[in-house]
């Protein structure tokens, strides 16, 4: 007999065995069986084939079920009509703390409607609006609701549909920035940020004192955006982790960050530069960094110009225990008396808060967690798709 609260997980993506995707007919089955049962306060239901009507089901589930915490809705088929039954739901639920729907094409008019409703919802936590073709009025709307929003602490909108090349949106993103006081995790990876998006993000960065990750991967960043986030990370106390992977900041856009990261009073924790055109002077400058300031745990630089200077330097850090194997994403070896380096798969984590459903509904600071504190915590799920 279950007595305690869980994740139900039904994947349509397992890896080791073929499933049948979950379909709007079962969602309904699902939902009507879960009216009754206290114990799920987690839906997983990623990668399967829920459309508008079986959104439907969902939206009436969160009006009627006061203890769901967490609905998973990632890579479904929910678009606008299917965005606006979830919103009505939303904004009478008080218990939903996590909803994912990065993945379905809800589009700009789907996007307003979930916006809209957090003007009414008071419990939502964490919400995930990665590749549904948002577009500028959106995202704008959801920037000006995060200055009074106090109860978002996790926000991801990466790569929406943004047409206009005068980047609007970053003059609300710094205004935001520089008065909210709850937002912990920002995603927005593939939003087309130039240097001008950069300095507009990076001035709201200096007045703000909560976000702590912040993902900028797949822009359009040079050497001048990586020079306005290392004069912005002198003065902002909170920010640990930094994702620039895949941008273009180069030697000198190197050379900025690790100026920054030697500063003694900075907190950065983890920073990701994969794949920026980065070569040898770049890398030795941030290994220099390193050396300097033993803050810096994490860093992750495969796809840059590796040449055998910066191999033996990064070998000579792992070797003394500066930096460990675990975190970074390349591993030294030699061949012929010369070092090399090849890549492993290590990446900065994706997401650090945490709104576990499952379990104790912990909001997990990242300051403050350990692995001692993970270990407290295990989740419990289940997965009827195996046996």
């Known amino acids: 007999m279950v007595t305690r609260n869980f994740t139900l997980k039904l994947p349509g993506n397992n890896r080791l065995r ?64 299917g965005a606006k039954v979830l919103a ?8 939903l703390l996590s909803l994912r729907l990065s993945g379905n094409k809800i589009g700009d008019r789907g996007g307003m409607f979930l916006i809209g409703s957090l003007k009414l919802n008071s419990s939502l936590q964490e919400l995930e609006l990665a590749n549904t073709d948002l577009g500028t009025q959106s995202v704008v709307a959801l920037t000006v ?33 520089k008065v909210n006081r709850s937002l912990v995790e920002l995603h927005l990876g593939k939003m087309g940020i130039t240097d001008y998006g950069m300095e507009q993000l ?40 930094i994702d620039l992977s895949s941008n273009r900041i180069e030697d000198e856009g190197a050379v900025y960050l690790s100026e920054a990261v030697a ?27 390193m050396k ?11 796809g840059n110009q590796l040449e055998e200077l910066v191999c033996q330097a990064f070998s000579q850090l792992m070797s003394s225990g500066r ?15 010369r070092t090399f380096v090849a890549e492993v ?11 576990d459903g499952s379990c104790t509904d912990t909001c997990v600071d990242i300051s403050t967690e350990t692995d001692a504190d993970a270990a407290a915590h295990p989740d419990v799920t289940s997965n009827p798709h195996s046996d």
């Open 323 to 337: 930096l460990d194997v675990e975190r970074t994403d390349v591993s030294p070896y030699q061949v012929d008396g």
């Open 18 to 81: 073929r499933v049948q995707r979950l379909c709007d007919n079962d969602v309904l089955a699902l939902s009507e069986c879960l009216r009754s049962n206290d114990s799920v306060t987690g839906l997983d239901l990623r990668y399967n084939d829920i459309r508008d009507e079986g959104a439907g089901h969902l939206a009436k589930l969160l009006k009627e079920k006061s203890c769901l915490r967490s609905l998973d809705l990632i890579f479904n088929n929910i678009q606008t009509d």
């Open 202 to 241: 990076t001035d709201g960065l200096k007045l703000n004192r909560s976000l702590r990750y912040l993902d900028l991967r797949c822009n359009h960043v040079t050497c001048d955006g990586a020079g306005f986030l290392a004069k912005a990370l002198r003065e902002n106390t909170t920010l640990k982790i």
């Open 345 to 355: 798969f290590h990446s900065l984590r994706r997401h650090v808060y945490n709104v």
């Open 263 to 289: 500063w003694p009073g900075c907190v950065l924790t983890e920073l990701s530069v994969r794949s920026n055109g980065i070569r040898t002077k770049g890398l030795l400058s941030l290994v220099q960094a």
């Open 292 to 302: 300097t300031n033993t803050t810096l745990t994490h860093i992750y630089i495969w």
């Open 88 to 95: 009505d739901g939303l904004q009478s639920s008080s218990s």
């Open 145 to 177: 609701e995060l200055k009074t929003n106090t109860r978002l602490r996790s926000v991801d909108i990466s790569r929406p549909l943004l047409f206009s090349q005068q980047e609007e949106w970053a003059v609300h993103c710094y205004q935001m920035l």
